[in-house]
């Protein structure tokens, strides 16, 4: 069963950073994963994406402020947050794509605020 460790979010201050991390476990091999956000009253939507060769994309709204990394020797995956606007405010919440299915992590709550 996939499972997964997230952690890094909190409260930031506009202009601010934040780095967050996702460590998967009960799988074997390397698969695409990527970060989601919900913001309140709106629908989940992709953040940023990375396959397995460590090719990435990004959501228009974030390119050139966010880094999508993956460490395949921990199975992690990193989101670096930069210049951090109260719009990114959202749960943030892992994936990884496994035969057809797509698994999520419990999901990680960034506040951005002043």
């Known amino acids: 069963q996939v499972q997964f460790v997230e952690s890094g979010g909190g409260l930031v201050q506009p202009g601010g950073s934040l780095r967050l991390s996702c460590a998967a476990s009960g799988i074997v091999g390397i698969y695409p994963m990527g970060w989601y956000r919900q913001a309140p009253g709106k629908q989940r939507e992709l953040v940023a994406a990375i396959t397995n060769g460590g090719s990435a994309n990004y959501a228009d709204s974030v390119k050139g402020r966010f880094t999508i990394s993956r460490d395949n020797n921990k199975n992690t995956v990193y989101l670096e947050m930069n210049s951090l606007n109260p719009e990114d405010t959202g749960v943030y919440y892992c994936?990884?794509?496994?035969?057809?299915?797509?698994?999520w992590g419990r999901g990680t709550q960034v506040t951005v605020s002043s």
């Open positions: 994936s990884l794509d496994l035969d057809l299915l797509r698994y």
